[in-house]
């Protein structure tokens, strides 16, 4: 194999592993994770999600390669679109489930004889179990990952194709710029489920609160890429 094909290759591991750092599959995919409590169950979610960003580079990139297609900026616009709401969507999702499970609860008591009121804020008993669905999880963050590879990120990689000596070269690259974002997005995912794993024995207020802070993150880089868009 040609020495400048090896490094194109490794040059594309590495980019596919700095792709899935972008703020936007960070945002998404940590809305699927805030709701684990294991983490084989997050590290799952990030691989789904790679697998099917993976899926949908190679298809576009053999409609690139076998029939010299050119992807449309609008194309790539309104995939970009999609990807901002769908954002927002999930952000809302999370938000309005972490919020359902909070209850607001007045205690009274006496106290040097002056009847006192407090407010406290209760959790709700925690749903997740450390079982896993295999097809049930993979569902959504496998459709999230096949709309992320089709957006902006993705249509610069096949513009890489162009320049690469031949299809089967080509191909290897979009091959191994997907292992490269699978494996980033699952090392990623771990890491963001570590601290919702590690809060799982017993610390649920403290879940909650990073839940409504991914919930916000989320919502926040959709409309920024609304905006943007």
């Known amino acids: 194999m040609d020495t400048s094909l090896i490094a194109a290759l ?3 591991f590495l980019l596919g592993l700095r792709h899935a750092m972008e703020a936007d599959h960070v ?3 940590s809305t699927f994770v805030s709701r684990e409590r294991t983490l084989l169950r997050s590290c799952l979610r990030g691989t789904f999600w790679g697998i099917g960003h993976t899926a949908a580079l190679l298809g576009a990139g053999i409609a690139v390669i076998a029939f010299k297609l050119r992807i449309p900026p609008e194309f790539e616009r309104g995939v970009e679109t999609c990807i901002a709401l769908v954002l927002i969507l999930l952000g809302g999702h999370v938000l ?3 919020l359902s499970a909070l209850s607001l609860h007045s205690h009274e008591h006496v106290h040097d004889g ?5 407010v406290h ?3 709700g008993p925690n749903a997740a179990h450390d079982h896993v669905h295999l097809f049930a999880d993979a569902r959504k963050p496998l459709l999230l990952g096949l709309l992320h590879g089709l957006g902006g990120g993705g249509a610069l990689v096949l513009v890489v194709l162009t320049t690469l000596p031949s299809p089967t070269a080509a191909f290897l690259y979009l091959l191994v710029f997907g292992i490269g974002s699978t494996a980033g997005m699952l090392v990623l995912s771990g890491l963001i489920g570590l601290p919702f794993a590690l809060l799982a024995g017993g610390a649920e207020r403290a879940a909650r609160a990073l839940q409504i802070v991914v ?3 989320s919502i926040a880089i959709g409309v920024f890429m609304l905006h943007s868009a």
Request: glycine share 16%; charged share 10%.
């Open 10 to 12: 490794g040059l594309g």
């Open 27 to 29: 945002a998404a995919i």
């Open 96 to 98: 309005l489930r972490t």
């Open 114 to 118: 002056v009847l006192h009121r407090h």
């Open 121 to 123: 804020v209760h959790v």
């Open 215 to 217: 919930g916000v993150v």
